[in-house]
């Protein structure tokens, strides 16, 4: 047996394994030295060798989930109806062998569990195109008196006792522990969301790398308050050639925009691509629509309308428990309602940075007109939702009027650095 000053556990290395003969020789290898010996494979699989210095010195085996188990969907929070369409996002650890001539060395075990829950969430989504949220496993206390200690160091959470699994006519097998071990910070709210939450739908890795500044948290979202909000909004189509209920076809767009895909063709794409069942809960046919639909409808949305129905609602759902520090006044044009810059519709965004998010939107000229639409903001502010933040604007916005309503609303300024 290999003593600890043997081995240097930052030189461990772990892989997944495809080559053929790598996973006939890690079969092998389970079929001779572990209790339950090799495990068919059913469904999504893949093999991990962890190894120093070029020797093997543990192979791990992860497959689907199981289908069902109480605690896991109590400890997520799942219904009955999200397991079926969303246990596909965690994997079932199978086996897990220390090699015998490596067992017993201190911390071998559960670094190795470590290395491999670190990377399998992106080799997962590069075999099967599923990003990996959780993984589980099962360890039977019968075998040489495991209770799972390397699980426990590794960050799983032991949910206590399984209630065991019988086959059709046969006996049910004894309880086993049952570990559980989120990915990522938000997992389990991600798998609980009622709408596709970007951690599984790819615009967000698990990681916590992100392709946009801000993602919202999906899970945030209950589609009724969502739906209801956004009922206040017009209908810009004439009455004929309704083909999608506005409603459940606004909330999807929405939604999409809110998780990452902000183009009219990723809008498309998302809706395309998000579970059957997810569609119909917004109450979407289970036709989708064309980009060239999503544009039309979107852009003959009245965007004032629109942008105060979304600002209310995002600040009810997303409130935040302490004081935004600091506001950004910045004029964008929508460079879709026109070619020529002249005539494009441009509006003045209060921006909430910590929140990331916009609370207010004035419409505006390109130009001189942004200093008037600055003023109206904050003659608009009646909550006082800006006193006392810091304010980041241009420096055409900040002259003499400017500067003194600021200090009527007692603003930090950043360019005269008082009250």
Request: with cysteine; proline share 5%; net charge positive.
């Amino acid at each position: 047996m290999k003593s600890h000053r043997e081995i240097d556990l930052s030189q461990i290395k772990v892989k997944p394994v495809y080559d053929y003969f790598d996973r006939a020789d890690i079969s092998s290898v389970l079929s001779r030295f572990h209790p339950l010996g090799d495990k068919k494979e059913i469904g999504n699989r893949i093999s991990y060798t962890a190894s120093y210095r070029g020797e093997w010195v543990a192979v791990l085996v992860f497959d689907k989930a199981v289908d069902r188990n109480a605690r896991r969907e109590h400890r997520i929070g799942w219904t009955s109806s999200q397991v079926v369409h969303m246990r596909k996002h965690i994997a079932n650890n199978s086996r897990f062998l220390v090699a015998p001539q490596w067992a017993g060395v201190p911390n071998l075990a559960s670094k190795v569990l470590s290395l491999t829950a670190n990377r399998i969430s992106d080799d997962w989504k590069k075999q099967y195109g599923i990003p990996l949220l959780a993984v589980e496993t099962y360890v039977d206390p019968l075998h040489n008196n495991n209770q799972g200690t390397c699980y426990e160091a590794a960050g799983w959470e032991n949910l206590g006792y399984s209630t065991g699994y019988q086959n059709p006519g046969g006996e049910r097998t004894h309880s086993k522990y049952y570990f559980l071990k989120p990915l990522h910070k938000d997992s389990f709210a991600a798998l609980r969301s009622e709408i596709p939450h970007a951690l599984v739908t790819g615009i967000k890795e698990v990681s916590g790398k992100s392709n946009d500044s801000y993602v919202l948290d999906a899970s945030q979202i209950h589609l009724k308050s969502l739906q209801a909000d956004l009922a206040q909004i017009t209908d810009p189509r004439h009455a004929r050639g309704k083909q999608y209920p506005f409603l459940p076809f606004l909330s999807l767009c929405i939604t999409a925009v809110l998780t990452g895909f902000t183009q009219y063709r990723q809008i498309a794409d998302w809706i395309k691509k998000i579970p059957l069942e997810d569609r119909v809960r917004f109450g979407m046919p289970e036709q989708c629509p064309h980009e060239r639909t999503v544009a039309n409808i979107l852009s003959a949305i009245d965007p004032k309308e629109l942008s105060k129905v979304l600002s209310e609602w995002l600040l009810k759902t997303y409130p935040n428990n302490k004081k935004v520090a600091t506001y950004c006044l910045d004029g964008k044009a929508l460079r879709a309602t026109s070619k020529d810059p002249a005539t494009q519709t441009c509006f003045l965004n209060v921006y909430a940075c910590e929140l990331g998010i916009v609370v207010n939107q004035i419409p505006t000229k390109k130009g001189a007109g942004e200093l008037a639409a600055a003023q109206k903001a904050l003659a608009e502010d009646n909550d006082n939702l800006l006193g006392g933040s810091m304010v980041l604007a241009d420096a055409m916005l900040t002259d003499q009027a400017f500067i003194a309503s600021l200090e009527k609303k007692r603003l930090v300024c950043p360019h005269c650095q008082r009250q």
